[in-house]
């Protein structure tokens, strides 16, 4: 039988067509955004940036005559029980390290008198953050290649990808981007172990999205190197970085990446989503 390098074997174009296809929508809406917003001075918002990681997602998914339901899960009340126990264990990655380095003193935090206003744009821009980057990362692109190489093939690669997109953060250097770039890696393969396992977005998008927020929006770490004004001010003590994360933020404090590990573990171990 002749191989076909268009279609598989029950006549359909093969997911790494689609999969070029994404991009190629993703490029020809986001070049011209970026052209006009230099030209202007202006940064391209991550509101617009998630529009366009949609349009892409749609435009291939209607292009393959599936249903959208098949990409983010069916929007139900389980979509958003699952919506809320990923916000639940995302807030847990977050304050379970917090707390430790409180208790030995490695950190403790002042009230921001400035902090209550920051709230709302904090939430709008981390929903924004996780929707566009759960939507490129573990979206149509994912899911093709699951269809296409299988599972744990398709997170190594996207893990890959995500940790790319990471390593030009401010702060990643030295020891921090050591234990940071573990740490965004194993991030990723949890986030897409959730869509794995409910074979929905709704997880990864409250795991992702309260993860970031509490880091940042409450805690007032900065989010993967970028600095934040949140509820608190974090006061480091005088300890090693990689400890605390420093600056950069927890994700590249040694007892972050011991929770991502945990929590990884854990849903592993959970029953997956037929």
């Not at 940790?163 to 020891?175: D, F, S, Y």
């Amino acid at each position: 039988m002749t191989f076909n390098p268009f279609l598989n074997s029950d006549r359909q174009l093969r997911n790494g067509w689609w999969i070029l296809i994404f991009f190629l929508v993703l490029a020809t809406l986001l070049v011209p955004t970026m052209i006009v917003a230099q030209q202007n001075n202006m940064e391209v918002s991550i509101g617009v940036q998630a529009m366009i990681v949609m349009i892409a997602s749609l435009t291939g998914q209607l292009l393959r005559r599936r249903p959208l339901a098949e990409m983010y899960g069916a929007f139900n009340w389980r979509w958003l029980k699952e919506l809320c126990v990923g916000g639940l264990i995302g807030s847990t990655l977050m304050l379970i390290p917090s707390l430790i380095l409180g208790i030995f003193g490695w950190v403790r935090w002042q009230w921001n008198p400035e902090g209550i206003p920051t709230v709302l744009p904090s939430l709008l821009l981390f929903a924004g953050v996780a929707f566009a980057e759960e939507l490129l990362f573990r979206g149509f692109v994912f899911q093709r290649l699951i269809a296409g190489l299988g599972q744990w093939p398709a997170q190594l690669i996207i893990a890959a990808y995500f940790l790319l997109t990471h390593l030009n953060n401010p702060g990643m250097t030295g020891n921090i981007k050591v234990m940071a770039s573990i740490n965004i890696f194993l991030a990723s393969i949890l986030f897409g172990l959730a869509f794995i396992q409910t074979k929905s977005l709704a997880m990864p998008l409250g795991l992702h999205f309260m993860a970031n927020f509490v880091q940042g929006g409450v805690l007032g770490f900065g989010v993967s190197g970028t600095e934040q004004s949140g509820l608190l001010i974090p006061v480091f003590g005088e300890t090693q970085i990689w400890l605390t994360g420093g600056q950069f933020g927890l994700e590249a404090s040694l007892f972050g990446l011991i929770c991502v590990v945990f929590t990884l573990l854990v849903l592993y171990t959970r029953k997956q989503k037929n």
